[in-house]
């Protein structure tokens, strides 16, 4: 009897996808995947096995359609139990079980069942043939070297996650190639432009920008740390900061360093994580510009990945699923994400999310503004950061204006060890770069507030929360250049807004700008007078950055004020905790911005939270396991959350300033007929706004928005179609769902 992984409806039985084959080319790919990293024999033996239940007559009559479910997962992961014992044999059965379910608990399963309920429950005898087809190699000792003994567990586990990731992709793109060769077309990976011609355009890019650049000692000293962090690239592998003041160059200048860096140690990729989805178009967009991406590349090559639309949720067959539905692996050469994209991912259980994972190790990872990783994750992270380094050949660099205080040397908790600085005299950087004096103003109210920004021809106000914003912007509306900027408005928006905003700081004109913090990470804007409620000193200091950002004036003036009680006024109280900290510096400090102000902030409050650094107590759940290995990965992932309160799409048909732009409509109506969605999506994106929970209920209850497809791809795309509810100047409102302007309802 010939037996089958895969078949299809335009062939016949005897043309479909050999089970040994594909077997056999699974753990290739995947031995491929983990070569350099030392592990290549479990990797092979992981593909080997993974379908081994497909060695069975009742496997087959199911690819004939004559029965609906069979599990042929567990079958590999009792052969790699028996043959390779209960250390290696375990960790790769965790794989090998959950290559279609995902990463279960060792005991106490959840959605899944766990792996040792699945190990005891009966399944269809396999056909002896497959031990004459496959030929399992002796395994190697896994090349991880823990931090110590406490670090065991979560050593072991992440090494799981690895093997699961090499495998869970290997199968995938074999899956993959299968069916697009049955449907004549071929997939186009493998055509990316290397390292070594992305670091020469860059060189060429950096080179006019040089050119252009007006004598001034701001841009000289950028000049000077793009130099010298490049010249470190030649350093081993491992951890680095890249501590320097706003404004002075730092994402041009890690990523120089990172490719330099990984042309000299032959890593991958650089994969650049930043801490809000609001800028990811923005920063994948001064990539393209540097690294001279166009329409005539045949592939992207810098990759955006979002987490906006979660591909696991979207329903279709389960073979073609492996085409259709695939979410990107990470195999670009350079990969822009999120902070919650990356590390969910490296915590996380499900297939799709996990198959990038192994193209993170031989990678250089720049962490952009480092001290925005949550505090009730931080020690998970730092824990990942530190395993990166030290067992996957990866290199990580902090990189930040307010660098946090995470090496050992700081007094963290078994934090970063041996960080190297790339930028030349922090110090130094700090004094020279001094371009604003920070003044505290204590306690004022909204009318007074206002008055202060009518008082300002070009003036910036930074709150806490977007209610606060809109409030605000609504009492200084009607003063010439007032605007406002916030997460409810798409990401396309708010870029039309920003080049407006500059424009207008350019031309000299009347500019009043209300926004919430996102205005604080990677957004170049440069005005004279800067208004921020408190938070903490990092927000506060990054607030400053966006005043006299180019050194045009001597000083600008940054006022940190507290904003009068009241309803919508009041920061979350993580904020509000950091804040307090903060109030405590700027009393001793007389000038908080410099080095030694930002470490006392950061070790105090990292004192204060103590072992709610570690809230799920992942560590010690991961360390409780390190003996039988049976660890809770469904529930770790269920429980890491960089967000605690999750946020839900809304697509926003958003024209912009051309109003015949039908983009986004043109998109919409792809999707309504389109079988693989995953393109769409991605160039959806500038168009999102995310929402609580309870509005999108609340719009899809009113009839405002409506579903696209729901029976194929569940709630994910989700439309708004009363346009009345997004105004030009504010943005998604929802206080009324039903709300129609007058004109709009004129026939």
């Given at each position: 009897?010939?037996?089958?992984?895969?078949?299809?409806?335009?062939?016949?039985?005897?043309?479909?996808?050999?089970?040994?084959?594909?077997?056999?080319?699974?753990?290739?790919?995947?031995?491929?995947?983990?070569?350099?990293?030392?592990?290549?024999?479990?990797?092979?033996?992981?593909?080997?096995?993974?379908?081994?239940?497909?060695?069975?007559?009742?496997?087959?009559?199911?690819?004939?359609?004559?029965?609906?479910?069979?599990?042929?997962?567990?079958?590999?992961?009792?052969?790699?139990?028996?043959?390779?014992?209960?250390?290696?044999?375990?960790?790769?059965?965790?794989?090998?079980?959950?290559?279609?379910?995902?990463?279960?608990?060792?005991?106490?399963?959840?959605?899944?069942?766990?792996?040792?309920?699945?190990?005891?429950?009966?399944?269809?005898?396999?056909?002896?043939?497959?031990?004459?087809?496959?030929?399992?190699?002796?395994?190697?000792?896994?090349?991880?070297?823990?931090?110590?003994?406490?670090?065991?567990?979560?050593?072991?586990?992440?090494?799981?996650?690895?093997?699961?990731?090499?495998?869970?992709?290997?199968?995938?793109?074999?899956?993959?190639?299968?069916?697009?060769?049955?449907?004549?077309?071929?997939?186009?990976?493998?055509?990316?432009?290397?390292?070594?011609?992305?670091?020469?355009?860059?060189?060429?890019?950096?080179?006019?920008?040089?050119?252009?650049?007006?004598?001034?000692?701001?841009?000289?000293?950028?000049?000077?740390?793009?130099?010298?962090?490049?010249?470190?690239?030649?350093?081993?592998?491992?951890?680095?900061?890249?501590?320097?003041?706003?404004?002075?160059?730092?994402?041009?200048?890690?990523?120089?360093?990172?490719?330099?860096?990984?042309?000299?140690?032959?890593?991958?990729?650089?994969?650049?994580?930043?801490?809000?989805?609001?800028?990811?178009?923005?920063?994948?967009?001064?990539?393209?510009?540097?690294?001279?991406?166009?329409?005539?590349?045949?592939?992207?090559?810098?990759?955006?990945?979002?987490?906006?639309?979660?591909?696991?949720?979207?329903?279709?067959?389960?073979?073609?699923?492996?085409?259709?539905?695939?979410?990107?692996?990470?195999?670009?050469?350079?990969?822009?994400?999120?902070?919650?994209?990356?590390?969910?991912?490296?915590?996380?259980?499900?297939?799709?999310?996990?198959?990038?994972?192994?193209?993170?190790?031989?990678?250089?990872?720049?962490?952009?503004?480092?001290?925005?990783?949550?505090?009730?994750?931080?020690?998970?992270?730092?824990?990942?950061?530190?395993?990166?380094?030290?067992?996957?050949?990866?290199?990580?660099?902090?990189?930040?204006?307010?660098?946090?205080?995470?090496?050992?040397?700081?007094?963290?908790?078994?934090?970063?060890?041996?960080?190297?600085?790339?930028?030349?005299?922090?110090?130094?950087?700090?004094?020279?770069?001094?371009?604003?004096?920070?003044?505290?103003?204590?306690?004022?109210?909204?009318?007074?507030?206002?008055?202060?920004?009518?008082?300002?021809?070009?003036?910036?106000?930074?709150?806490?929360?977007?209610?606060?914003?809109?409030?605000?912007?609504?009492?200084?509306?009607?003063?010439?250049?007032?605007?406002?900027?916030?997460?409810?408005?798409?990401?396309?928006?708010?870029?039309?807004?920003?080049?407006?905003?500059?424009?207008?700081?350019?031309?000299?004109?009347?500019?009043?700008?209300?926004?919430?913090?996102?205005?604080?990470?990677?957004?170049?804007?440069?005005?004279?007078?800067?208004?921020?409620?408190?938070?903490?000193?990092?927000?506060?200091?990054?607030?400053?950055?966006?005043?006299?950002?180019?050194?045009?004036?001597?000083?600008?003036?940054?006022?940190?004020?507290?904003?009068?009680?009241?309803?919508?006024?009041?920061?979350?109280?993580?904020?509000?905790?950091?804040?307090?900290?903060?109030?405590?510096?700027?009393?001793?400090?007389?000038?908080?911005?410099?080095?030694?102000?930002?470490?006392?902030?950061?070790?105090?409050?990292?004192?204060?939270?103590?072992?709610?650094?570690?809230?799920?107590?992942?560590?010690?759940?991961?360390?409780?396991?390190?003996?039988?290995?049976?660890?809770?990965?469904?529930?770790?992932?269920?429980?890491?959350?960089?967000?605690?309160?999750?946020?839900?799409?809304?697509?926003?048909?958003?024209c912009g300033l051309n109003q015949a732009d039908g983009t986004v409509d043109g998109l919409l109506n792809e999707l309504?007929?389109?079988?693989?969605?995953?393109?769409?999506?991605?160039?959806?994106?500038?168009?999102?706004?995310?929402?609580?929970?309870?509005?999108?209920?609340?719009?899809?209850?009113?009839?405002?928005?409506?579903?696209?497809?729901?029976?194929?791809?569940?709630?994910?795309?989700?439309?708004?179609?009363?346009?009345?509810?997004?105004?030009?100047?504010?943005?998604?409102?929802?206080?009324?769902?039903?709300?129609?302007?007058?004109?709009?309802?004129?026939?």
């Amino acid at each position: 009897m010939e037996y089958y992984a895969h078949s299809h409806p335009s062939v016949g039985r005897r043309d479909w996808h050999r089970l040994s084959i594909h077997l056999q080319d699974t753990g290739d790919r995947a031995a491929a995947f983990l070569e350099r990293l030392g592990c290549a024999n479990l990797g092979r033996i992981a593909g080997l096995l993974h379908d081994l239940g497909k060695y069975t007559p009742e496997f087959q009559d199911r690819l004939a359609g004559e029965v609906s479910r069979v599990d042929h997962s567990t079958a590999g992961a009792k052969v790699a139990l028996e043959r390779y014992g209960p250390k290696i044999g375990r960790l790769l059965a965790f794989c090998i079980a959950g290559h279609h379910a995902g990463l279960a608990n060792g005991v106490n399963g959840g959605e899944t069942s766990a792996l040792t309920d699945r190990l005891s429950a009966p399944i269809p005898r396999l056909d002896e043939v497959w031990e004459t087809q496959i030929s399992l190699p002796e395994p190697t000792a896994p090349p991880v070297v823990p931090r110590d003994a406490d670090a065991v567990g979560f050593s072991a586990a992440f090494f799981t996650r690895m093997v699961f990731s090499a495998l869970v992709d290997a199968d995938f793109l074999d899956t993959e190639a299968w069916f697009a060769d049955r449907e004549g077309v071929r997939p186009p990976r493998g055509m990316h432009p290397t390292l070594a011609e992305l670091s020469s355009r860059l060189d060429a890019h950096l080179s006019r920008i040089e050119t252009r650049a007006e004598q001034s000692e701001v841009n000289e000293l950028r000049r000077e740390v793009l130099r010298h962090a490049r010249a470190k690239a030649a350093e081993a592998p491992g951890l680095f900061t890249l501590t320097v003041p706003t404004g002075g160059g730092k994402t041009l200048t890690s990523l120089a360093f990172a490719l330099a860096h990984a042309l000299r140690h032959e890593m991958a990729r650089v994969i650049y994580v930043i801490p809000y989805m609001s800028i990811i178009e923005q920063t994948a967009a001064v990539f393209r510009e540097a690294l001279g991406a166009d329409e005539a590349d045949p592939v992207e090559f810098v990759v955006e990945h979002h987490s906006t639309f979660d591909e696991d949720r979207i329903r279709g067959r389960e073979a073609g699923d492996k085409l259709r539905l695939a979410m990107e692996n990470w195999d670009a050469p350079i990969i822009v994400t999120t902070a919650v994209q990356f590390f969910e991912s490296l915590f996380a259980r499900r297939p799709s999310r996990c198959r990038k994972l192994h193209n993170i190790a031989n990678s250089v990872v720049i962490l952009d503004e480092a001290q925005t990783l949550p505090l009730p994750v931080l020690r998970p992270c730092v824990a990942t950061i530190d395993e990166l380094a030290r067992n996957w050949r990866a290199s990580v660099v902090l990189c930040t204006a307010t660098q946090p205080a995470l090496g050992e040397g700081d007094g963290f908790d078994r934090g970063l060890p041996d960080l190297r600085e790339l930028a030349p005299d922090p110090p130094s950087l700090y004094r020279r770069l001094k371009r604003t004096r920070i003044h505290p103003k204590g306690q004022l109210a909204d009318g007074e507030l206002a008055e202060r920004l009518r008082e300002s021809r070009q003036v910036l106000c930074i709150v806490n929360t977007r209610r606060h914003a809109r409030e605000l912007y609504d009492l200084i509306s009607d003063a010439e250049g007032s605007c406002h900027l916030t997460t409810l408005m798409c990401a396309r928006h708010r870029q039309e807004r920003l080049d407006m905003v500059r424009q207008r700081l350019r031309d000299d004109e009347p500019v009043r700008l209300v926004a919430t913090s996102l205005v604080e990470a990677g957004v170049d804007v440069d005005f004279p007078v800067v208004w921020r409620a408190h938070a903490g000193l990092e927000s506060i200091i990054q607030a400053a950055g966006r005043c006299n950002r180019h050194g045009r004036m001597r000083e600008g003036d940054v006022f940190v004020f507290e904003p009068a009680e009241g309803e919508g006024r009041k920061p979350p109280p993580e904020i509000e905790q950091f804040a307090a900290v903060a109030r405590g510096v700027m009393r001793r400090y007389a000038d908080p911005a410099p080095l030694d102000a930002i470490k006392s902030y950061f070790e105090q409050l990292y004192w204060i939270k103590g072992d709610k650094l570690d809230a799920s107590a992942i560590l010690r759940r991961l360390d409780e396991r390190r003996s039988d290995l049976n660890f809770p990965f469904e529930t770790i992932a269920r429980e890491f959350r960089l967000i605690e309160t999750p946020m839900l799409p809304v697509i926003v048909p958003y024209c912009g300033l051309n109003q015949a732009d039908g983009t986004v409509d043109g998109l919409l109506n792809e999707l309504r007929w389109v079988e693989r969605p995953g393109r769409i999506a991605r160039r959806l994106q500038p168009y999102i706004v995310q929402i609580p929970p309870l509005a999108r209920h609340a719009l899809l209850s009113a009839g405002a928005v409506t579903v696209i497809r729901e029976e194929d791809f569940g709630q994910q795309f989700v439309v708004l179609v009363n346009r009345d509810l997004y105004r030009s100047d504010v943005g998604l409102t929802w206080a009324d769902p039903t709300f129609r302007r007058a004109e709009s309802l004129v026939f």
